[in-house]
Nanobody, 120 residues
Framework: VQVEESGGGLVQAGGSLRLSCVVS????????IAWYRQVPGKEREGISC????????GYIDSVKGRFTISRDNAKNTVYLQMNSLKPEDTAVYYC??????????????WGQGTQVTVSS
């Protein structure tokens, strides 16, 4: 399984971005996908996860009400819609995939990451 993120960039505080995560192959429907982010010098943190069934685990407190994860099985793509962005959202954003309906535990396939920079 190959995973590729896109959609990052530079945006002003209060703006929006939509990240995309494309999963190659014909196993997308059996794959749960998570979004993570990492700031240099800090641990990677999980933002949210969407199961292969389509259910969402929830969101970390810092993004609740602003970020939304969704999936389009026809396009083998998971999205992370990010609204009302704040400078503290600046990070490299990664998506990760695994062939399971559980978002618990480790993910076997990771993308290279996409940089999101929010200016104040």
């Amino acid at each position: 399984v190959q995973v590729e993120e896109s959609g990052g960039g530079l945006v002003q505080a209060g703006g929006s971005l939509r990240l995309s995560c494309v999963v190659s192959g014909n196993t997308f429907r059996t794959t749960s996908i998570a979004w993570y982010r990492q700031v240099p010098g800090k641990e990677r943190e999980g933002i949210s996860c969407i199961r292969r069934s389509g259910s969402v685990t929830g969101y970390i407190d810092s993004v609740k009400g602003r970020f939304t994860i969704s999936r389009d099985n026809a396009k083998n793509t998971v999205y992370l819609q990010m609204n009302s962005l704040k400078p503290e959202d600046t990070a490299v954003y990664y998506c990760a995939a695994k062939s399971s309906d559980s978002c618990l535990g480790s993910f076997g396939s990771w993308g290279q990451g996409t940089q999101v920079t929010v200016s104040s």
